[in-house]
């Protein structure tokens, strides 16, 4: 008997917590992706999957939607290791802005900085270093002719991003000279067949010959600070880590990755895909180790691509389009692509003169339409709620903002004030667009039977304040939801009878937006008003 009592009292101990005794986190591993996995799973698997799902062709059909599962009773993203809302919640001053998540000014050149390995990763090779204070670097640079091309794309991006919300690396346009840079004893390179070999000092030299250099005589880079933490790879724009805790809801349902695909089309970084995410594991001071979601490598952004300017086809088309192929083929290639009107309108050349700007307009810009470079599911399920929220953060952005952070990127005054205006522009277009999406209306403040509130639309002139009625079906909730009545104002509030919000009851209104006499058609914003003022938020999707 105490033996049988023995082997129970093992075995609850392998299944049970001990008092006393933390019990450990299940590991969290490192997962490993690249652009030819990437393009594998998201142009030929999920492609081939998507089409059996019988729900996501039932949503089509009955044109249902799938609602973010990650906002608060407000519609508003909450703060977490993926984002965290600052521009548009605290301005950020011009001199944040402009300086982004920088901790130094970059690599310390009061030594020589030690080249560690070569990268040959991605679509931008280059170099990690060691600098004289001891910190990490990856050196990216241009190709050759574009100078300031890549470097500059990559900087002013990571302003944008983290503005927005999102974890990025520090980015700092960097100069140097060849005799700043030497290679390390145990530095290594891998060569075209991938085989790996020694970084000699002649081999430094020999790729260091192959770069653009400024008139000065330095090498220009984006120079990017290497993470704390321990890198746990790429995360997945489709499923959570099932072994993190703090990774509750499947990243496909993440209004803030949803959105990812307005922020990019703003950016035009067509390049957004998991490959060029990454996850760090930190420790902090108590023991507790916690992973943090970064966007990494906007090398692409703006007006850049590998090798050079974005071709004319990026934005407009995925890398394996099958609709685009298809609509070739049955018009016999007759048929002219947006793309190419717009770049035979250009003349076949990029749209502006500087080799630092690149390919990057406004014409045939589709805000409902632009396409990342491959077909992710999280972006083509996004709501009009998801774009009103995106929307509304970029509506944050005043153009002194914008110019702030292409500041960052170190142009000449010409290419400042261009990529200024083009971004202003976009911003513009696509606010515009989802704000028709949604019954754009916002801050909204209850007190003694005012329901006070804000048309986003009218405020950012796109609409006239007198052309709006505001249109509210009004429900009572007893045992259920009742309509109980339909209210208009021509003014952004509404006055409600107090009787109808007492301690034994709530209200719910419904509120659409009528212009230019028309009928209030369109999605809603409800709001739920209790005993202590707004209890709900939540826009029709």
Not at 216 to 226: H, T, V
Not at 326 to 342: D, Y
Not at 343 to 355: D, I, L, Q, T
Request: aromatic share 12%; with cysteine; net charge negative.
């Amino acid at each position: 008997m105490k033996k049988y009592l023995a082997g129970v009292v093992v075995v609850l101990s392998l299944v049970l917590p001990v008092p006393g005794i933390a019990s450990e986190k299940p590991a969290i591993n490192r997962q490993k992706t690249g652009l030819y996995k990437d393009v594998f799973d998201q142009g030929v698997y999920y492609e081939g999957v998507n089409q059996l799902d019988l729900g996501r062709w039932g949503r089509k059909i009955f044109g249902k939607k799938i609602p973010s599962a990650n906002v608060n009773i407000f519609d508003e993203v909450p703060d977490s290791s993926f984002f965290t809302n600052r521009h548009a919640r605290r301005k950020l001053s011009p001199a944040e802005l402009e300086r982004g998540c920088s901790e130094t000014p970059g690599p310390d050149l009061s030594g020589p900085m030690t080249v560690i390995k070569g990268k040959q990763e991605g679509l931008h090779p280059g170099f990690f270093i060691k600098d004289a204070k001891g910190d990490s670097y990856l050196l990216k640079f241009d190709a050759e002719g574009y100078l300031g091309l890549a470097t500059g794309a990559e900087v002013v991006a990571s302003r944008f991003y983290h503005a927005i919300g999102y974890n990025v690396p520090q980015y700092t346009i960097f100069r140097f000279r060849p005799e700043d840079i030497v290679a390390g004893e145990n530095a290594y390179t891998y060569d075209d067949t991938g085989f790996k070999k020694k970084m000699t000092p002649e081999l430094l030299e020999q790729y260091l010959s192959f770069l653009p250099i400024t008139e000065e005589g330095e090498y220009l880079a984006s120079a990017s600070k290497i993470l704390p933490g321990k890198n746990k790879g790429y995360f997945s724009f489709r499923s959570r880590r099932k072994n993190d805790p703090d990774d509750p809801v499947n990243h496909r349902d993440r209004r803030e990755i949803r959105a990812l695909a307005i922020f990019s089309a703003w950016l035009n970084n067509n390049d957004i895909r998991e490959s060029n995410t990454l996850d760090m594991a930190v420790t902090d001071e108590n023991g507790r180790t916690t992973l943090k979601h970064y966007l990494i490598d906007f090398n692409s952004a703006l007006g850049a691509a590998k090798g050079g300017p974005k071709p004319p086809m990026f934005g407009h088309e995925y890398m394996l389009d099958y609709g685009e192929v298809a609509k070739a083929f049955i018009s016999l290639g007759l048929w002219e692509k947006p793309w190419q009107e717009r770049w035979r309108e250009a003349e076949e050349e990029v749209s502006h003169e500087s080799p630092a700007v690149g390919y990057f307009d406004n014409n045939n810009f589709d805000p409902d339409d632009h396409k990342a470079q491959l077909p992710y599911e999280v972006f083509r399920i996004l709501t009009s709620a998801d774009g009103f929220w995106a929307a509304k953060i970029m509506a944050s952005f005043s153009e002194d903002d914008i110019r702030a952070m292409v500041k960052a990127g170190q142009y000449d005054k010409e290419d400042e004030d261009y990529l200024t205006g083009v971004l202003t522009e976009r911003r513009d277009m696509i606010i515009r667009h989802w704000f028709s999406e949604a019954a754009p209306l916002d801050n909204f403040e209850y007190h003694d039977g005012l329901l006070k509130f804000s048309d986003l639309a009218v405020d950012r002139a796109f609409e006239k304040k007198e052309t709006a009625v505001y249109v509210a079906d009004l429900f009572s909730y007893k045992k259920g939801w009742k309509k109980i009545s339909t209210i208009e104002s021509g003014e952004s509030f509404f006055n409600l009878d107090p009787a109808l919000v007492s301690s034994s009851t709530k209200t719910k209104l419904e509120i659409r937006v009528k212009r230019n006499g028309d009928e209030a058609e369109g999605r809603y914003v409800k709001v739920i008003l209790g005993p202590d003022g707004i209890q709900k938020i939540q826009r029709e999707d």
